[in-house]
Each structure stands twice: as structure tokens, then as C-alpha cells.
T-cell receptor, first 111, second 113 residues
Framework: NAGVTQTPKFQVLKTGQSMTLQCAQD?????MSWYRQDPGMGLRLIHY???????DQGEVPNGYNVSRSTTEDFPLRLLSAAPSQTSVYFC??????????FGSGTRLTVV | LAKTTQPISMDSYEGQEVNITCSHN???????ITWYQQFPSQGPRFIIQ???TKVTNEVASLFIPADRKSSTLSLPRVSLSDTAVYYC??????????????FGTGTQLKVEL
């Protein structure tokens, strides 16, 4: 049981490049979310999904797209990276016990 | 969603009991209170969740008074490895609130020898 798996762990992008952060969970959780965490700050919700085919915006959605074609996967896409998107990104899923399970994070630097 | 307020930082020594209080004056009837722990360079980890009175597990205890406008996370006999950021969250896990949990800046607990 791997829990929540995020790839890659580290990534450096040039301004304007695009990329997809991958997130997969094997716990059959319906609810999944993406957060970003900047130095010295708490986590801010980017997008979330309550099930396959259903997504919605969180607190800071601009510059990010998501999709949920399967229960297991919830990728986060950066269409045109900007230095302001330099951050650590966490994916989380929620099961019936109400607690979130977080991935180990992706550290993204945009230069 | 109910807003939470907790101390920015706390210091303690090994072997002591640490109590971190969180205020959530606007908590709704269906809201649960959940605490997470985060170490540097790691994702938050679920510690404990409760609705009212007292909840205890192998890691911590959670005390919630009758009015539910605050809660206290109690860590017994802390060690150096308990140095981390602790987040208090309030939300209804069965509706949209459960999936839009907002993390504040948390409480940085530092445990020393």
C-alpha cells in the first residue's frame, strides 16, 4: 500500500515552460486535493476533486489546471510557468476516516 | 469555513507535556476538528480528529469543551522528534468543507533537551 505518490520530487523549469505534476493514490479515496506551500507559510488549496470527472477551484487556482479521469490519478498542470509558482506542491487524498493522507511533495523552481 | 487561530510558536523541553490551543469561534454544527503535524520537507501527517469532549490515541489527546469554540491538542512527554509545525483545521468532512480544508500558518513547536 503506497498511499499517495507524487512525481517528480524535484523540478526546475524555465519561465513559460509547461509541465504536469503527477499524483496517484491506491486507497480508493474519492477526494483529492492539491496544495502549495511557500517558505514560512501554511498550505494553500489550489484545486480539489470530489470524485472522477469532478473538479473545483480552491483558494489559489490561477495558472493551474487539473483533471480527474480516474479515481486514482489527479495531475496538476502548469500551462506557462512563472517564478511566482516556485513552491512545494503537495497532493492529498481523503478517505472515510476524515483524515487527509499527503504525498511527500514536489519541490518546483521556476527560473 | 470556520477560521482558526493558534499560537505561532511554542517552546518546550523533553519529557514535558505540551498543550496547543486552537480557537474556532465560528465552528459549524457538522464541523470536526482535525490536527496535523508537519516536519520540514514532508507533507502534513494526520494526528487526531474529534467532534466533542475528549479523544485519545497513541500519539496525542484532543480536548474539546462543550461550546466547541476551541480545542486543545495535548502531546504527553514530548521528545526532540516532536519538533514540528502543528496545524488545527475545522471542517465538515462529509460535504465540500471537508475537501476545502484551509491550513493556517500553524504552530511551530520546538523541543529542546
Amino acid at each position: 500500500n503506497a498511499g499517495v505518490t507524487q512525481t517528480p520530487k524535484f523540478q526546475v523549469l524555465k519561465t513559460g515552460q509547461s509541465m504536469t505534476l503527477q499524483c496517484a493514490q491506491d486507497m480508493n479515496h474519492e477526494y483529492m486535493s492539491w496544495y502549495r506551500q511557500d517558505p514560512g507559510m501554511g498550505l494553500r488549496l489550489i484545486h480539489y476533486s470530489v470524485g472522477a470527472g469532478i473538479t473545483d477551484q480552491g483558494e489559489v487556482p490561477n495558472g493551474y489546471n487539473v483533471s480527474r479521469s480516474t479515481t486514482e490519478d489527479f495531475p496538476l498542470r502548469l500551462l506557462s510557468a512563472a517564478p511566482s509558482q516556485t513552491s512545494v506542491y503537495f497532493c492529498a487524498s481523503q478517505g472515510s476516516n476524515y483524515g487527509y493522507t499527503f504525498g511527500s511533495g514536489t519541490r518546483l523552481t521556476v527560473v | 469555513l470556520a477560521k482558526t487561530t493558534q499560537p505561532i510558536s511554542m517552546d518546550s523541553y523533553e519529557g514535558q507535556e505540551v498543550n496547543i490551543t486552537c480557537s474556532h469561534n465560528n465552528i459549524a454544527t457538522n464541523d470536526y476538528i482535525t490536527w496535523y503535524q508537519q516536519f520540514p520537507s514532508q507533507g502534513p501527517r494526520f494526528i487526531i480528529q474529534g467532534y466533542k469532549t475528549k479523544v485519545t490515541n497513541e500519539v496525542a489527546s484532543l480536548f474539546i469543551p462543550a461550546d466547541r469554540k476551541s480545542s486543545t491538542l495535548s502531546l504527553p512527554r514530548v521528545s526532540l522528534s516532536d519538533t514540528a509545525v502543528y496545524y488545527c483545521l475545522v471542517g465538515d468532512p462529509l460535504t465540500g468543507g471537508g475537501n476545502k480544508l484551509t491550513f493556517g500558518t500553524g504552530t511551530q513547536l520546538k523541543v529542546e533537551l
